[in-house]
């Protein structure tokens, strides 16, 4: 979830904190992620380390077009080492059609704390049959692994003493870079992700403490993201490039159109999330040819809201919150969102809607300190429903 307020230990990410929460407060001022030139990067090679793990051979990069057209293929990643000289690797399956086509790739686990995106991957890949497929889809599962060990949103590192690092804000990384996490960005995203994808989608879920709705957040100007997003029938879509840093922006900036879709509530699997975005992702290579079939539900059916903005709305106390509405939701100016009470019982903050729009994400805890969001509303967009819309 790419929402979160947080303010971090570095003078960088203070600075990045108040610019994301001017941000989100306002909805404009962050500077767009330019589609570069595609830059055609010299061919990589599949380098086998000469490890198996599990059963699973290891590469240090990989090329796609090396693998065994018409078949599944599973391997591990090798990443960044640990400071005890171990590596963290990563999970990758590839299923390499028996023709030429599209390559897509899709990842989970850039937050340590988001199964649902976890799930919604594999359960993708387990309905291919690449011997019928045409193109190449790749799954990346486990990205800030040390994060997914302790169910936290943040890589665990041991830079200055222990840090806690959102790997949202590293891409593309940098191999040479400043600590693990921004090494272990550099290293998936040179030599995995990149050279082996046309168009890419990057899972993630709400994060722990604030769970939110089935909603994509992506720039809808872009034709291709437009039309990636408008295949899942969702809840919403925050049209919004969001912020530097995160690994859409990082493949926007190489050429391949991304976005990010927001699978339901963290740490526990949102099996109804999960379908609807099981649905788009399946739609998404049937719309490209990867693999045969009718095109199922898509936002064209749901009656979706498309908002410019993801407005918070902070707790200016701290106490016990009473939430008086739920995800998608819709809601006008001054409605009245949530009550919050001391140990007295006695009301000490009454919170109203800013803005009318959509109920994109609420507090999952009964208490808050200030300053936390308590939910944030989807706004200064529309709903759209009917075919013909936002089709392409
Ligand atoms: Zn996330």
């Not at 339901?264 to 109804?272: M, N, Q, Y």
């Amino acid at each position: 979830m790419l929402m979160k307020l947080m303010i971090g230990r570095t003078h960088r990410n203070i600075v990045q904190s108040l610019v994301i929460i001017a941000f989100a407060l306002t909805g404009i001022g962050m500077p767009q992620a330019q589609a570069s030139e595609s830059a055609t990067p010299a061919r990589i090679s599949t380098v086998y380390t000469g490890d198996v793990i599990n059963g699973k051979k290891v590469v240090s990069s990989l090329n796609t077009d090396d693998l065994e057209a018409g078949k599944k293929h599973l391997l591990y990643f090798r990443g960044v080492q640990m400071s005890t000289g171990q590596y963290w690797y990563v999970s990758v399956i590839v299923a390499k059609g028996a023709k030429p086509g599209k390559r897509i790739t899709l990842t989970s686990g850039v937050h340590g704390d988001e199964m649902s995106s976890v799930q919604t991957v594999q359960t993708v890949m387990s309905q291919l049959n690449a011997a019928e497929m045409s193109g190449t889809v790749m799954a990346v599962l486990d990205i800030a692994r040390p994060a997914m060990e302790s169910m936290q949103r943040r890589w665990p590192s041991s830079g200055r003493g222990f840090e806690l690092t959102d790997m949202n804000r590293e891409w593309p990384g940098n191999e040479n870079g400043l600590g693990a996490v921004s090494r272990q960005a550099g290293l998936v995203f040179n030599r995995l992700l990149r050279p082996n994808t046309d168009l890419a989608i990057d899972f993630h879920t709400g994060t722990t403490g604030l769970d939110v709705s089935s909603f994509h957040i992506g720039d809808m100007s872009r034709p291709e993201v437009k039309t990636m997003m408008m295949l899942y029938p969702v809840a919403a879509i925050w049209d919004n490039p969001a912020y530097p840093g995160v690994l859409h922006n990082a493949y926007i900036d190489a050429g391949i159109p991304s976005f990010t879709p927001e699978v339901g509530v963290a740490r526990r699997l949102d099996l109804k999330a999960i379908s609807i975005f099981v649905e788009g992702t399946l739609n998404v290579f049937k719309h490209y040819g990867l693999i045969p079939g009718k095109i199922g539900h898509t936002a064209a059916d749901t009656n979706v809201y498309i908002g410019k903005n993801a407005t918070p709305v902070l707790a200016t106390q701290g106490g016990f919150i009473e939430l008086l509405v739920k995800l998608e939701d819709d809601v006008t100016v001054g409605q009245k969102l949530a009550i919050q009470r001391n140990a007295f019982g006695e009301v000490m903050a009454e919170y109203t809607s800013p803005v009318s729009g959509r109920i994109g994400g609420v507090r999952s805890d009964a208490t808050s300190e200030p300053g936390n969001v308590l939910v944030f509303i989807l706004a200064d967009g529309a709903t759209v429903s009917g075919t013909g819309a936002y089709s392409e």
